[in-house]
């Protein structure tokens, strides 16, 4: 396991696409292994010792969190196939995301990557039907299997309604692209669409509360919440990958290079001579002349100031190695979505084996600006 730099877990790798946990899921893990031992094993199974309800519960929490991943990979899967690059499958106390490096560039296409995911589902309820009805009420996977194949299928029908940030959702953007032509009005449908059911689920999960079952009913105004501010991100997000899209890296990155700093300069005369002195603020880290990783000023701020004279640019930089990367030609929209899912600043820019520059948050946000500005 190794940390991702942006606070998941790298757990391996699936096509070489990274698999992440993120460290809520290790809660939600402790709470479901905690509710299935405490209340729904004991009342479905009464003759079942404690060891072996807590062993039941913990396979059945881990096979749920597998069957959340097979979800998430068939979305992988399927948009690779459809010549989308995917950065990321990610497991987090709500569920899991596939982290896709691009949008798909037909409705066939976004349909075929969204109804994957509620048919994998479907397909993980029929097979842990049929184990259910192999092994009945015999062995821990016999106790699993009924409630993954109804929590599976539960799953999928969630999956299916016509909202953003859902499954459904994509697949109502993508009838809707179909028919009007026009992806922005599919996005808009299935934004607003969401809005409005992440509404009903707060006001059902309002009346729950009010009619006694306070839990359940502040749950579902929480998974109301998240959904609405998923939808609205969507919407949002799909204005700016339009003004994005086109655009190459090299349209955007900065004309001068960034400073090269060696590796052994300590981070107190980095600060007095560069940042300072000269006001800069990215920086490309060498040893021997070659580069070999990049430093920002929130790098620097993570330092306690008592420490600069004993730590170096090369103590605190990012190593190259580390960092995704992309060439001047790739779209800007792709630069940017690597950025996110890594939560980095820069992102260095390769053309060929030499490193060319760094990409900046900056940068972006100044282009955004300026084509406001003109009204593009």
Do not use: C
Not at 270 to 289: D, K, N, Y
Not at 302 to 329: E, I, K
């Amino acid at each position: 396991m190794m940390g991702s730099g942006n606070g998941n877990i790298t757990i391996g790798y699936v096509w070489g696409i990274p698999i992440q946990i993120n460290p809520s899921l290790f809660l939600i893990l402790a709470l479901l292994t905690w509710t299935l031992a405490g209340g729904l094993l004991p009342a479905a199974y009464p003759e079942m010792s404690d060891l072996g309800r807590w062993l039941t519960a913990l396979l059945t929490a881990l096979l749920f969190f597998a069957s959340i991943l097979f979800h998430e990979l068939a979305h992988a899967w399927v948009a690779r196939r459809n010549s989308i690059p995917v950065v990321s499958v990610t497991l987090y106390i709500f569920g899991g995301i596939a982290q896709l490096g691009g949008k798909a560039k037909t409705p066939g296409a976004e349909f075929r990557i969204a109804a994957v995911g509620p048919a994998s589902s479907i397909f993980l309820a029929a097979v842990f039907y049929g184990i259910n009805q192999g092994f009945g009420d015999r062995g821990y996977l016999g106790a699993s299997s009924e409630w993954l194949a109804f929590i599976n299928l539960i799953l999928a029908f969630f999956n299916l309604l016509p909202g953003y940030p859902l499954d459904g959702g994509r697949i109502l953007e993508s009838i809707v692209w179909g028919f009007t032509r026009k992806q922005e009005t599919g996005v808009k449908v299935a934004g607003t669409a969401g809005q409005i059911i992440a509404y009903g689920l707060m006001a059902i999960g309002a009346f729950r509360a009010f009619q006694g079952d306070i839990i359940g009913g502040i749950w579902m105004i929480m998974i109301g919440f998240i959904l609405h501010n998923a939808a609205t991100t969507e919407k949002k997000a799909f204005l700016q990958q339009g003004q994005l899209a086109g655009t190459q890296v090299s349209q955007v990155m900065g004309i001068v290079r960034e400073p090269e700093v060696p590796a052994g300069l300590t981070l107190q005369l980095l600060v007095e001579q560069h940042i300072l002195g000269r006001g800069q603020g990215s920086f490309i880290v060498t040893a021997a002349g070659n580069p070999v990783g990049i430093l920002n000023l929130r790098d620097v701020s993570q330092v306690p100031r008592t420490d600069w004279d004993q730590m170096t640019t090369g103590d605190v930089m990012t190593p190259l190695t580390d960092l995704p990367r992309v060439g001047p030609n790739d779209e800007l929209l792709t630069a940017v979505q690597l950025m996110d899912a890594n939560q980095l600043l820069q992102l260095p820019v390769f053309d060929g084996s030499r490193l060319a520059g760094l990409l900046t948050r900056d940068e972006v946000i100044h282009h955004l600006r300026l084509r406001s500005e003109a009204g593009v």
